[in-house]
């Protein structure tokens, strides 16, 4: 079956702008992270859904990131007045809450550079 | 907090030689234990996990032992293959109801032939 999708692959902004980040899930995973990747450093949590609800956001930086999944599978991470500290590699998990619920599954990323 | 120290990269190694790549962490409560390993231009993919103590999780030859006493999870190969060359995390998960997992920096793991 098809596995995590994030879109886009890569996404080049301007310092001060906004960007949307898509990631699709695992069809009927009901759990969904996000981490961020920086250069030469291991994935470090940003937000945790359960359904529609967040229901973990305590790794979000700061008020300028913000994610959603309103119908409780796609999900977005917006990120305002970008900065160039925020050029990283953004990761999505999907994972079950049936059977072996301790594995989650990683997309490939997008690939975010704030010039 | 959670937290995660594995061994500073790069590591090369020839073909068929051992490897070992030393992982451990600090947790509350009793965590789960993961190597992710990432290949070039891939994403992560889970490699071996352990639930609870003294556990052993194993996978395409990669082996790794849920030590308690010693809050290790130190991932070991036999005998590496080029193909091996990636980058390898160790990572935890202290449960409560949300799994979110808890990384190391990763390990730069090239096997020459």
């Known amino acids: 079956g098809a596995g995590v999708s994030q879109t886009p692959s890569n996404k080049v902004t301007e310092k001060g702008k906004y960007v949307e980040l898509r990631c699709d899930p695992i069809s009927g995973h009901t759990a969904l992270y996000w981490y961020r990747q920086s250069l030469g450093q291991g994935p470090e949590f940003l937000i945790y859904?359960?359904?529609?609800?967040?229901?973990?956001d305590s790794g979000l930086p700061n008020d300028r990131f913000f994610a959603v999944r309103p119908e409780g599978s796609v999900s977005t991470l917006k990120i305002q007045r970008t900065e160039r500290g925020d050029s990283a590699v953004y990761l999505c998990?999907?994972?079950?809450?049936?059977?072996?619920?301790?594995?989650?599954?990683f997309g490939p990323g997008t690939r975010l550079t704030v010039l | 907090g959670d937290s995660v120290t594995q061994m500073e990269g790069p590591v090369t190694l020839s073909e068929e030689a051992f490897l070992t790549i030393n992982c451990t962490y600090t947790?509350?409560?009793?965590?789960?234990l993961f190597w992710y390993v990432q290949y070039p231009g891939e994403g992560l993919q889970l490699l071996l996990k352990a639930t609870k103590a003294d556990d052993k999780g194993s996978n395409k030859g990669f082996e790794a032992t849920y030590r308690k006493e010693t809050t290790s999870f130190h991932l070991e190969k036999g005998s590496v293959q080029v193909s091996d060359s990636a980058v390898y995390f160790c990572?935890?998960?202290?449960?409560?109801?949300?799994?979110?997992?808890?990384f190391g920096k990763g390990t730069l793991l090239t096997v020459n032939p």
């Open positions: 947790a509350t409560g009793y965590p789960s």
């Open positions: 859904f359960q359904g529609t609800g967040a229901a973990d």
């Open positions: 998990a999907s994972r079950s809450l049936a059977g072996d619920h301790n594995e989650q599954f």
């Open positions: 990572a935890l998960t202290s449960g409560g109801s949300n799994y979110k997992l808890t």
